[in-house]
C-alpha cells in the first residue's frame, strides 16, 4: 500500500472517457468497414506515428490522474501537517501526507524532490545567478554548485565528460529494449504479406522507428534526468522537466473533458434541429447565432472570474490546494464547452437534413418506427465519422487555448501546472538579462508535439472516414 | 471492309489498367474499333463494361490512376497514346470534343454561359474583336436550338433547364469544329421528352457538319435510333461489333442476345425477361389482367393535393405555392399493378409518399382497405403501417450502411411487433433472403458488400418482412443496369404471384410499363391527364402527351425506317410554380384550341376504364 487513495473529480472523468472511447471503438470495429478505415490510417506512416506519440501523452496523462496521499514515514508524520487515519487503533498510527501526488509523481520523485533555490540552466551544475559565498577565504560572488544538479560530480572539470558517458549509457541501455522489439517487429511484418487486395497493412516501420525513438529519448533522458537539470529549473527552483510533464495531463484534460461536454450538448441539440427541423431547427439555431456573436474570449474571462471569485468565497476551507485548483478546471473545461459546440452542431444539423431525406430513414418511417429509434439507429452511426473528425480536430486546437487563455490570465489556477502558465511566467523570463530561455522552450516542444501529432492524426482520420473524400486517393 | 476511305479514327489493342492499392485493375482489354469520318459508332454496354474508360482514354482524360499499358489510338494517322499533355491540347476541343453526362456538372456555375463558349472556340477565333467573339458564341448557342440565345449568353448556368444545360455543352464541344465527337451517355441525366430533341439536335449538327461521333451509352433504344455501326462492351472486352442493322436484326454474340432478351416490351408481357438457372420456377400464372373490376378496391385515393408552400422570395411577397400533386383520384383492386408514368417533377414520387403517410396531403382521401388513413396521427397511424411498404429507386441510399443485413431486414417486424422472438424473426429473415434470390450468408454482411441488383433485392425483403398488401415501387428498376433490371421485374412478378401482392409502380420508363404493369396513370404537372388498362393505353393513346411521351421513347423498331423524322414534343415541362392556365399541357400540345388556355378538361370515358383529360382526345391509332 503505496498510500490512500484520493482521486479526483477530474481522474474518475479521464479514466471514465478512456474507458467510453475504448468501448466504442470496439464496438465500431465489429463493422468491417470500419475496421478497413482504421486499418487505412494506421498505413499512412505520419498517422502512425502520431497515434504512437499521442499514446505516450495519454498514457503520461492517466498516470498522472492516480492521485493517492502517500503513506508517511513515523517520523515525518509528527513534524508534517498530516491527518490521522486510522483513530481508533491508536498504538498503530498511519498516517498520511496532507496533499494528494499521482503515480507519475512517485515514478519522478527523483527529479520532483530536486529543488534547487532559482533558476538553472539545462543540465548546469552551478547556478544561473550569483550568490555570495562564505569560503575560507571570506565572502565572494560567485555561482554556487546546485544542491541537485551534478552534486555527486566531484570534480567541476569533469562535468562535460559525465554528461557524454551517461548519454552512451543511455543509448546502451535502450540498446538492449530497442533490439528484441526490433526482432518482434520483425517477425509481424514478415508475416502479413505486403500487397494483399483492398487490406492495407500497418506502418510497422514506422511504428518501430517511433517507438525506437521514444525509448532511446526517453533512456537517455532518465540517465541524465536522475543527476542533472536535463530542462533546467524555473524561478522557484523546480525541475522544468518535470513541469513539462505534469502539464501534460492539464492539456489532455482540457481537450478530453471539453469534447465530453461540447459533444452531447452538439449531438443532442444538432440532430434534433435537423432531423425533426420547425420551431426546434428554429430555436436551436437563434441559440447558437446568439451565442456565436459574443465574443468567445470575453464570455470566457467573464464566467471564468466571476466563478473564480465564488470558488474564494465559498470553498476555501473546506478543499484541499489541489482539489480546488481541480475545481476550476473542471469549470475552464465547462465555460470552454459551451462556448465550443456550435461549430459542431451546425455540421451535425446540416448532415442530419440531408440523412433524414434518405430513403432508408423514409423506408423506417414507413415501418412506424419511433422517431426516437430512428436517431439512435439511422443517424447517430451514420454522423459518427463527422464527430471524429471534429473531435480530432478540436482536440488540439482546445489544448492550444489553454494555453492561450492561462498566458492571459483566466485559465487554469495559477498553482495548477500548465503550459499556459509556464508560458506565462516566461513572459517575464524572456525581459531578463542573461535571458532565461528553457521554460518556454519546454512548453513550446511539449505542446508543439502533442498539437503536431493530433493535427496528423486528425488529416488521416479524415482522410479515412469523409465520404466526400474517399474515392480521390 | 470495302471502303476505300481511310477510318476516322483507329483503336487497335487498347489496353487500359488501374493502380487500385493492392492490386491492378484491367478496365479495358485489347479492344478494336474503327471509326468512319461521318459515321456514329454505338459503344453499347452494362455499367462496369468499360465503354466510359475507352472513351476517356481516347481523350487523353484518364483519372491519375489509369494509364494506357498497350494499344494505339490512331486518329486521322497519328498515334494519341504517343502524344505528349501538351499536344493532346491541341487535339482535345479542336479536333475531338467530348459531351458528358451530367450537364448539372459539368458547365462552371460561375461563369456565364458565354464565356465557358467562346473560351472553347479555336485560337484564332478568339482572337478577333469582342463583338465578333460574341456573335460566333451566339451563333453557335443560336444553332443548337436555344431560343433568345442574345439573353441566354450572359446567363448562368442554374439559369438554364437540364435539356438547355445539355444543349449548351454540345455547343462547347462543337465551338472547334472537331470532327470526332464523343458523346458518353449524353441524354442519361434527361426526361424522355428532352432526351429525344436532344438526340434529334446531335443527329442534325452530324450531318450539317459531316461529323464522326462515338456515342457511349446504355440505351439499346439510342443507339438503334443514331448509330451506323454498334460495338458491345462487356468487362473491358468487345463481344460483338457489327453494323446497326445486322445488330438490332440478328444479335450474334450470347450476351447481345441476353441483353435483348432482357429488354422489357409488351410482347413479352407475362413471361420472365432473364433466362437463368438461378430463377425459381414459378407455376405460370393466369393472366393478371383476369382482375375483374367487381373487386372490392384495395385502395382508394381521392382528390389527392399535396402543395409545398415556397420561401417567400421578399418579406411583403406572397408565399409561392407549388402544386406537387394537384387532386389525383385512383383506385386498386388487390393484386392489380398500377404504373404511374410521368417525367420528374410531375409529383409522382409526392404521389407514393402521400399515399404512405410520410407527407400529409393537403387535402384530399386514402382509403385502405375501407380505412381512411389520412389524419390520423402517427400513433394510429402505426399498426396500420405493416399493409403497406415501400421499395425505393436507389439502391445505395436505401439501405443504412452501418446495419447488418439481418438488422435491415427485422427492423420493419421489431418496430410492428410481429415476428416473434429473436430466434423466430432470425428463421424469418433466412425465408426472406431466400425468398428474394439471396444466400443466407448475406445475413451478417453490411450492405457495401453487395452489388446494386442485390441490394435492391435486400430492399425488397426489408418490404415484405412486415407481410405488406400494397407495395409501393419508387422507380425500383431505373437505377439498375438492363440484365439487373430484368432479375428484378422477374423476382417482383414472382414475388406478386406468390405473395398476392398489390403494386403501385412509379417510373419513367414506359418499356417497363407495358411490360409490367395491368393499369397505367400518366402524370403531368402534378395531375393524371389519362389513365387506362395498360395495354390500350400504350396501343393507343388517348391524350396528346402519353402519345408524345410513347414516341419520344427511342424504340429499336425505329432502326429500320432509319431517316424518318419523328415530331418530338418541343420545350420542356413548365415549372409547377407557375402552371399554364387550362390544360396544363395546351403550350406544347400540337393540337391545342383557344379552350385549352381556359378551361381545365373534365375527364372523357374513351372506354370502360380508360379516362383522359383532354378536350380533344385522340381516336387515331398509333403503335
Partial sequence: ?473 | MNSVVPPLLDIRGLTVEFVMPGEILLAVDQINMTIQPGKTLALLGESGSGKSVTALAMMGLLPTAGFISAGDIIFDGADLTSYSNAAMRSVRGSRIGMVFQEPMTSLDPVMTVGKQITEALPRENRRASRKSVREQGVQLLSQMGIPEPQRRFDEFPHQLSGGMKQRVMIAIALAGEPELLIADEPTTALDVTTQAQILDLLKQLQKERNMAMLLVTHDFGIAAQMADQVTVMRRGQIVESASAQDFFQAPQHPYSQQLFAALPSLSKRGKPLFESLYAIPVAQPESSETTTPTDKPLLEVSGLQVLFKQRSAGLFRERETLYAVDGVSFSLNPGETLAIVGESGCGKSTVIKSVLQLLRPDSGSVVFDDIELTGRSQRQLRPLRRNLQVVFQDPYSSLNPRMRVTDIIQEGMIAQKIGGNRSQREERVNQLLEDVGLDISARERYPHEFSGGQRQRIGIARALAVEPQLLLLDEPTSALDLSVQAQILDLLRQLQHAHGLTYIFVTHDLSVVEYFADRVAVMYLGRIVEEGPAVELMTRPAHPYTQALLLAAPAIEVAQEKGEPTPHLLGEPPSPIHRPSGCHFHPRCFQAQPICSLDYPQAVEISIQHRANCHFPLETETS
Fill in chain 1, 1 to 473: 500500500m503505496l498510500g490512500q487513495p484520493a482521486l479526483l473529480i477530474s481522474d474518475y472523468l479521464i479514466w471514465s472517457i478512456c474507458l467510453i472511447g475504448g468501448i466504442s471503438l470496439a464496438i465500431g470495429l465489429r463493422n468491417p468497414l470500419q475496421r478497413q478505415r482504421w486499418r487505412m490510417i494506421l498505413s499512412t506512416p505520419s498517422a502512425m506515428a502520431s497515434a504512437i506519440i499521442l499514446l505516450t501523452y495519454l498514457a503520461i496523462a492517466l498516470l498522472d490522474s492516480v492521485h493517492f496521499r502517500p503513506l508517511l514515514p513515523q517520523d515525518e508524520a509528527t513534524t508534517n501537517g498530516s491527518i490521522e487515519a486510522n483513530s481508533e487503533q491508536p498504538n498503530s498510527t498511519v498516517t498520511y501526507a496532507a496533499s494528494e501526488i499521482s503515480l507519475l509523481d512517485l515514478l519522478l520523485s527523483n527529479i520532483r524532490k530536486a529543488e534547487e533555490r532559482s533558476y538553472s540552466a539545462p543540465l548546469a551544475i552551478y547556478a544561473f545567478s550569483k550568490e555570495s559565498l562564505v569560503t575560507a577565504a571570506g565572502t565572494t560572488r560567485a555561482y554556487p554548485r546546485l544542491l541537485y544538479g551534478g552534486a555527486d560530480l566531484e570534480n567541476p572539470a569533469l562535468h562535460r565528460s559525465d554528461i557524454v558517458n551517461r548519454t552512451l549509457t543511455g543509448l546502451g541501455l535502450s540498446l538492449i529494449l530497442v533490439i528484441p522489439i526490433f526482432l518482434l517487429f520483425r517477425r509481424r511484418s514478415r508475416r502479413s504479406p505486403t500487397l494483399s487486395a483492398g487490406n492495407q497493412t500497418p506502418a510497422w516501420r514506422t511504428a518501430f522507428m517511433t517507438i525506437a525513438g521514444l525509448l532511446i529519448i526517453g533512456s537517455v533522458a532518465t540517465q541524465l534526468a536522475d543527476h542533472y537539470h536535463l530542462l533546467g529549473t524555473e524561478k522557484v527552483g523546480q525541475d522544468v522537466l518535470y513541469l513539462g510533464l505534469k502539464s501534460i495531463r492539464t492539456g489532455v484534460l482540457i481537450g478530453a473533458l471539453t469534447l465530453l461536454i461540447m459533444l452531447p450538448l452538439a449531438l443532442v441539440l444538432g440532430t434534433a434541429a435537423g432531423y425533426f427541423g420547425g420551431w426546434i431547427d428554429d430555436a436551436v439555431q437563434y441559440l447558437y447565432t446568439t451565442l456565436s456573436s459574443i465574443p468567445g474570449v470575453l464570455l470566457i474571462a467573464a464566467a471564468v472570474l466571476s466563478v473564480n471569485l465564488y470558488l474564494d468565497q465559498n470553498l476555501s476551507e473546506v478543499t484541499s490546494l489541489h482539489q480546488r485548483a481541480d475545481l476550476r478546471l473542471l469549470l475552464l473545461t465547462g465555460i470552454l464547452g459551451l462556448t465550443g459546440w456550435i461549430g459542431l452542431c451546425r455540421l451535425l444539423r446540416a448532415e442530419s437534413l440531408k440523412l433524414r431525406e434518405l430513403d432508408y430513414v423514409t423506408a423506417a418511417r414507413a415501418f412506424g418506427v419511433v422517431d426516437a429509434r430512428i436517431l439512435i439507429r439511422h443517424l447517430l452511426p451514420n454522423l459518427g465519422h463527422i464527430v471524429l473528425i471534429t473531435i480530432v480536430i478540436d482536440f488540439s486546437g482546445l489544448v492550444l487555448a489553454e494555453a492561450v487563455l492561462s498566458y492571459v490570465g483566466v485559465g487554469v489556477d495559477p498553482s495548477m501546472i500548465s503550459w499556459g502558465n509556464m508560458i506565462n511566467s516566461a513572459r517575464l523570463e524572456l525581459a531578463r538579462e542573461p535571458l532565461v530561455w528553457w521554460s518556454l522552450a519546454t512548453a513550446f516542444i511539449f505542446m508543439f508535439t502533442l498539437v503536431l501529432c493530433a493535427n496528423l492524426f486528425a488529416d488521416a482520420v479524415r482522410d479515412a472516414f469523409d465520404p466526400r473524400l474517399r474515392g480521390k486517393q
